[in-house]
């Protein structure tokens, strides 16, 4: 059967950051005269020689995201449910090495949150984890979803990587989305940062979205950490690996995110800063390669770089957001995994996306589709 | 203007709008009533069934709307069928759009799914109007399976490239016993307009209009062209000829 990793290995990093790096504006102006664009002018849209079209990949990106997702952005809420983790990721705050109190959400606690996250007007959520499979397993993730399923109309998982059982596991209890980075393509690059934990292991992170895809999951969200290689390369590796999904499993959705290395608590500075016109150019070349992709826009993100990217090309944005277990009221001060940087409230996020012009949808999925 | 018929509702309007993709529930209102429309398609999955006032459906409170729920997110008919129970139950309708698409790509219509999924609802009592390809064999099925109108599509779904299946919609209509509803792809009020001077019986916009850079004042445009439209087809249209007729050249000698 094939995966990923079989087409992944016809290619060589070098070589793709050589070739990004010699286009030509030529080449540029063919890419976007195109109707039609494939993952070769997604290498071209992303390359340094495109940045001083910036302005008309932006104007592009929001006629075909309008056209395609209409004047809208679906809003949803992150639930941290554990940052236990038998992982050393160099850059996260969960990571093993990083000698804080650790907690894991217990049943009452979830409904709590719930509670929570729901009064603030959300009916789409994602639920992250850590990864320590003897506390926060299948079992947990079923547990927690039997939980809420009755609340959110939809759900998305964000957690170490799984089987295929597992996932068709999920997918019955009713979630709807998983998401899962592969942080960065490089596989050397990869070992540094991943040097001990199940994590370390490239091939079976890198083989992940095709178990996802064989077992059914309707939307299936890459991503990869922008800050630990050079994003260009690491995002057509990103691309490619999207553009292979979505002709293996072609029943499933495809979401992209654009986690931007921030502070946490004990970790590195990134290595490869990206600026704001570079993470415009990259979100406007994934809209002028693939019309159909969703585009999702963390709190990660400051103010500024959110409200105006509402109108480029996003379709997606959390707000409001905590990224510790137990953030919104269970346990306010636990470890969390980064800094959020728009720390204003959903509602006020919601206000600014309609002053854009835009509607802020809450609900976009109804639950007896994932789970009659 | 004859008025149109579908099950038990009879419309003057043929334009029907989809409810999706504006930029706020005020500037959908807008458009709708500009439209004169009486009967617009919202997707259950955006319908907030625990809260008594859903946003969406506050906007559409007007006694000349007829509301279509339609099924778009189900992957299958069985996933479809479950869907409609529920609009019919929240929405108390028996009105229902069906739509399956298995891909999320361009959304294509899956036709063997909607065949079962139209068998199961018209036994359960359902007004059904499927979203299909422009699929003549396909339409005939639907017929026998009890379908109360077809809508094939004009071209792929929210591309605005207009009537590429013309060739095809031309055999649908000719042989339709059921009304005929041209949906998706139709990116300007030109063709709608189109559309209806071949027969189709009504049209369905959505993007066109949503994303128009006024709503409102190009969901007039789209009233006005559904009608001038229809009004040319029941008028008649005047045969068009590819060549200037000549004088008989072949068979003067016939009367030499």
Redesign the interface.
Known sequence: MTTFKDVFEKYDWDTIQSKILAITSHEVECSLARPKRDIEDFLTLISPAALPYLEQMARMSRAIT???????IQMYAPMYLSNECQNICTYCGFSLDNKLKRKTLTDSEIVKETEAIKSAGF?HVLLVTGEANQIVNINYFLNAIHLIKDKF?NISIEVQPLSVEEYVNLHKTGVYSVLVYQETYHRDVYKQYHPKGKKSNFDFRLETPDRVGKAGI?KIGLGVLLGLEDWRTDSFFNALHLDYL?KQY????YSVSFPRLRPAEGIIEPNFIMDDKDMVQLICAYRLWNE?LEISISTRENEKFRDNIISLGATSMSAGSKTNPGGYVVDTQSLEQFETSDERSAQQVANVI?EA???P??????K??TS? | MQPLIIGDKTFQSRLFLGT??????RQMEEAVLASKSELVTV??????METDTDSLLSYLQHSHINLLPNTS???NA??AV??AQ?AREALETNWLKLEIH?????LMPDAIETLKATEELAKQGFIILPYIHADPVLCKRLEDAGTSAVMPLGSPI???KGLKTVDFLEIIIEQSRVPVIVDAGIGAPSHAAMAMEMGADAVLVN?AI??AGNPKLMAEAFKEAVIAGRKAFEAKLAGTLTSAAASSPLTSFLYD
């Open positions: 309008q056209k395609r997702f209409g004047k809208t009916d109309a309707h979505q072609w029943q499933s959705k159909d309609s012009g835009y509607e949808v809450w609900k976009d999925w109804d007896i589709y009659s | 999706g993709k504006f930029g706020s529930g997707a259950l999955k955006r319908i907030d997110g189900a992957r069985k996933e479950f869907a529920l298995p891909d999320p790509k361009y929210g591309t605005n993007t949503a994303v």
